[in-house]
């Protein structure tokens, strides 16, 4: 007789806290205006872990690719989410900007951030380019620039996984 599939534990080792580098990408925002943004620090924090960097910069894919990689090379960045640019409209470019580095692509996380929209927003979730990868050792996940959108990711997807998922790339 086979012994039963126990599947691989998640959550069961303690998670040290985290460092997370939070984007807003956009060409409007300011600080002040940054709902999403104040959203992020807000629910990193909340789960314990620190905010190492924050920014807001332009739609412009060099500045986002830059800003991204520069993150991903600073050992107190565990993890980077972007927030902003991940729409239809002739500005929003942060996919295109940030896709091709990732090294794994995380195709799941767009895939589920999709289905649980979708029960939120309904049809409307098909418009989402949502998506994540590893660039440079580090997870990075690009988000839509609604608060509501953040919060979703954050609470249901990215925050109750990071623990696993920065000690499966071996950063901790």
Same mark, same amino acid.
């Given at each position: /007789? ?12 303690p998670v040290r806290a985290l460092g997370f580098g939070l984007l807003t990408i ?10 999403? &943004?104040?959203? /992020?620090?807000?629910?990193?924090? *909340? ?42 409209? &002739? ?7 940030? *896709? ?13 951030? #999709? /289905? ?7 049809? #409307?979730? /098909?418009? *989402? ?6 660039? #440079? ?8 620039? *609604? ?8 609470? #249901? ?5 990071? &623990? ?9």
């Amino acid at each position: /007789m086979t012994a039963p599939h126990r599947p691989h534990a998640h959550g069961e080792t303690p998670v040290r806290a985290l460092g997370f580098g939070l984007l807003t990408i956009s060409d409007t925002r300011t600080d002040a205006e940054d709902l999403s &943004g104040r959203a /992020m620090r807000e629910l990193v924090a *909340s789960a314990g872990h620190a905010v190492r960097e924050a920014a807001i910069v332009r739609d412009e894919p060099a500045l986002v690719r830059e800003r991204v990689l520069a993150w991903a090379s600073e050992a107190a960045c565990d993890a980077i989410v972007c927030s902003g640019g991940t729409g239809l409209a &002739g500005r929003d470019r942060t996919v295109e900007a940030v *896709s091709d580095l990732f090294d794994p692509a995380i195709e799941g996380f767009g895939e589920l951030f #999709r /289905m649980l929209s979708f029960d939120e927003i309904g049809s #409307r979730a /098909m418009l *989402s380019r949502a998506a994540a990868g590893v660039v #440079r050792g580090t997870p990075v996940f690009l988000l839509p620039g *609604s608060p509501k959108a953040v919060a979703l990711a954050l609470t #249901r997807l990215i925050l109750p996984e990071i &623990g696993h998922l920065v000690g499966e790339l071996g950063r901790r």
